[in-house]
């Protein structure tokens, strides 16, 4: 296995146990980028309300970069505008820079219910009540053993879905291209 190779399942890995969620916009100009071409496999649904309206659309990573120490994503951000009323008002296409942010997150190892027990066994006598025993895994970045759980849950569950596995993995290899 190659480095390259190493590097990838390594990124798939961590987006498949870390999750990754965008919250706020950034700075906006008129039109989209053409240096480097969205990745539809991650697009993020985006909604907003206010007073006089909302907003109801997608923002399509097409590559990650730094800025003062923050990550942020870079993409196309589209969708429409409506009224208080819900009548659409207008759409908007612009490329946007979002801040990259994990949400903890977690999922269920293990959920195992014993009955009561009792056990005679040559004059001692073990009476047990009911056990429950609920194993959690947490998602969240230090969190090595719960990332690695999840992720493996996950890949026993069919999740994730919208293109399964393959398209998440042709789309991690694009954006590691564009490195």
Do not use: E, Y
């Not at 027990?117 to 090595?144: C, S």
């Amino acid at each position: 296995m190659t480095h390259r190779q190493r590097i990838t399942m390594i990124v798939v890995t961590l987006i498949a146990a870390l999750g990754l969620g965008f919250a706020g916009a950034g700075p906006a100009s008129a039109a989209p980028s053409a240096a480097a071409p969205p990745v539809a496999a991650l697009a993020t649904p985006i909604t907003g309300t206010a007073d006089n309206g909302s907003f109801a659309g997608t923002f399509t990573p097409s590559k990650f970069v730094t800025q003062d120490g923050n990550l942020l994503a870079t993409g196309v951000l589209t969708g429409t505008v409506s009224d208080s009323s819900g009548a659409p008002v207008g759409t908007v296409t612009r490329d946007v820079s979002m801040p990259v942010t994990i949400a903890a997150v977690t999922c269920q190892v293990l959920n195992l219910v014993l009955g009561p027990l009792h056990l005679d066994l040559l004059g001692l006598v073990v009476d047990l009540n009911q056990v429950h025993l609920v194993i959690t895994a947490v998602q969240a970045a230090g969190n090595l053993l719960g990332n690695l759980l999840c992720a493996i849950t996950h890949l026993l569950d069919g999740t994730p879905t919208a293109g399964g596995l393959a398209a998440l993995l042709n789309a991690i290899l694009a954006l590691l291209g564009q490195l």
